[in-house]
DNA sequence: CATGGGATTGACT
DNA sequence: GTCAATCCCATGC
């Protein structure tokens, strides 16, 4: 992946992300559920403009940004757009790639259940073993990295709807699943 | 300094 | 379908 990759339009990243693959440690999967945040509407945490939690990102395209949601569960982002834009891409769902033995034990569900193993952003953090310690971290480097398409993902076909789970700017449609894929957080509709 | 609200999940009815 | 768990941090007094 190059640098410039994040220094683009946030939905475009949040498209062009489907396919790729998030790797930490052992353990791996292909993207196949995004939804892009940016600070120009409420849904956003960056919305409320600059603040400690909101630091990353506003900082420099291409790094994590990982928040702790609801308490329990470390969400990843990686963040997007200029320096000075509070704009990032939720990873919400992977298909397991390498790691998958680990994954199933850091979820506590036998391995036969590889669609659940990463089919929520909460769920797949947990199998990654990534944590609010990741937060920050750059994704071309580690130790969480994001890599291009591997062969048979370079042109996936992406289905466009609503986020999920949020209560504002429910509107926009700034999802992005692979369309038919079994291991969506929720399907595309 | 106290309060309240989540970019969720899993257990339970 | 309902609901609690659990913690960071923004907001308001």
Redesign the pocket.
Known sequence: MEPAFYDRPVLEVAHDLIGCVVTHGECSGVIVET?A?HDSEP????F?GL????VT?FGPPGLA?V???????A?L?AVCEHEGVGA?V?IRALEPLTGIDLMASR?GIPVERER?LCS????LTKALGIS?ADNRCDLLHGPVVISARPVGWVRPAISIGR??????AVDLRWRFCVTGSRFL?RPAR
């Open positions: 939804e945040y849904a956003c945490h960056a409320v603040t400690p939690r909101t990102l940004y928040y702790r949601s609801y308490g329990v569960h969400l982002n990032a939720l979820r659940l929520g952003p909460g769920k609010l986020r999920i789970g949020i209560t504002k957080s």
